[in-house]
């Protein structure tokens, strides 16, 4: 691909930006930037959407996910509330349809421990504002006629929890940006990038840089192998390894999130339904391991039984992009940016990161 293919030969230096990571919060990023007059291109070392956003369960769910009162805590609360807008105004763009459901999420307790530990959490994450009622077994029994109520100790249901498929969203916004200034640079690994005062240099395996007003780093657990030049060293990024399976069953067999301790099961409108996930300090290991598919699937079968019938229908690994917190806005520059560490949020967590920075890079450099 030659470098200029990347870039919008009408649009103007100060118009130009560069995302680097076609996940979703690198597409969520490049849409809203377009959206206020940018000619944005978006560049991938494979292909938009392909790694933890392909991967992703999508659980939208503050819930299961956040604990303490954080910068994390703030932002996945303010994302969760604007999902609803950001779906709906998705998928009116797009002309695509995205699979949300505002479902709610059981969480079950099968130990004295679990209740404990259930409790305690409840009651912190009231203080954030966080709702969840406890439900007496008869109900989980009534509601939930699929889920394990032996040696049942309690359970609580987060009705604000909800579940949205990254695939649709991956897809809807690469559909509603073909209408806007948007290139999307497949297999195109950024190699380098240069921070100068009056504006950032992106080097590509294609060949020789190319110059943009400000450019956005989103390449999630890939961020950091990025050499940047012109600001202080980077956070750091790395993989945190999650395996998740797939069991097609027939609609409406899981018709909210159900958690117990690590484990989640969701499933989608069209049926298939997640078992997640395993946490795995391994690197970029793409290996499926069949042991903790097993693992994985023993989990499943503990807390919807019937499970234990049959087989996964797909297993899959994806990678959290960790790092030591939630890095969203500048660094060190008004036209350097970074956008990573979303962990497990990621999916959650691109409707805030996308308005954040379109709003950061609008007030550090101006809308065209
Ligand atoms: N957000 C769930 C996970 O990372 O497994």
Redesign the pocket.
């Known amino acids: 691909i030659h470098p200029a293919a990347h870039l919008d030969p009408a649009a103007h230096l100060q118009q130009r930006v560069a995302v680097i990571g076609g996940g979703i919060i690198g597409l969520s990023t490049a849409w809203r930037l377009a959206q206020c007059g940018f000619a944005v291109t978006v560049y991938d070392r494979s292909s938009p959407g392909g790694e933890a956003s392909w991967a992703?369960?999508g659980?939208l769910?503050p819930g299961?996910?956040v604990e303490d009162d954080s910068p994390l805590a703030t932002a996945a609360l303010a994302s969760r509330r604007m999902y609803p807008e950001f779906v709906a105004e998705l998928e009116r763009a797009s002309g695509c349809t995205i699979d949300y459901q505002e479902c709610g999420a059981l969480e079950l307790a099968y130990t004295d421990s679990e209740w404990q530990e259930l409790e305690h959490r409840a009651a912190a994450q009231k203080q954030l504002g966080i709702s969840s009622k406890p439900i007496e077994q008869p109900s989980v029994h009534a509601f939930w006629p699929r889920v394990r109520t032996d040696s049942l100790k309690g359970a609580r249901f987060y009705p604000g929890d909800a579940i949205v498929n990254p695939r649709d969203v991956v897809s809807a916004l690469v559909k509603a940006m073909s209408g806007l200034r948007v290139t999307i640079a497949e297999r195109c690994p950024v190699l380098e990038v240069a921070v100068n005062e009056s504006s950032v240099e992106v080097r590509t395996v294609a060949g020789s840089g190319m110059a943009y007003c400000a450019a956005v780093l989103a390449a999630g657990a890939w961020s950091a192998e990025i050499r940047v030049a012109g600001v202080p060293a980077l956070p750091f990024s790395e993989p945190v390894k999650?395996h998740?399976l797939g069991y097609l069953q027939p609609e409406q067999t899981c018709t909210t999130i159900i958690r117990r301790g690590r484990t989640?099961l969701l499933q989608r409108s069209n049926g298939m339904l997640l078992a997640?996930?395993s946490?795995e300090m391994v690197g970029f290991d793409r290996q499926v391991k069949p042991d903790i598919v097993a693992e994985l699937a023993s989990d499943a079968g503990a807390i919807l039984p019937h499970l234990n019938e049959t087989t996964p229908t797909e297993s899959w690994i994806g990678f959290?992009p960790s790092s030591d917190g939630l890095h969203v806005g500048p660094w060190h520059s008004e036209r350097f940016f970074l956008a990573y560490g979303h962990?497990?949020?990621g999916?959650?967590l691109a409707p805030w990161t996308a308005a954040l920075l379109r709003d950061a890079i609008g007030s550090s450099l101006g809308t065209p």
Request: net charge positive.
């Open positions: 992703g369960a659980m769910a299961g996910e999650g998740l989640y997640g996930a946490v959290r962990y497990r949020n999916i959650l």
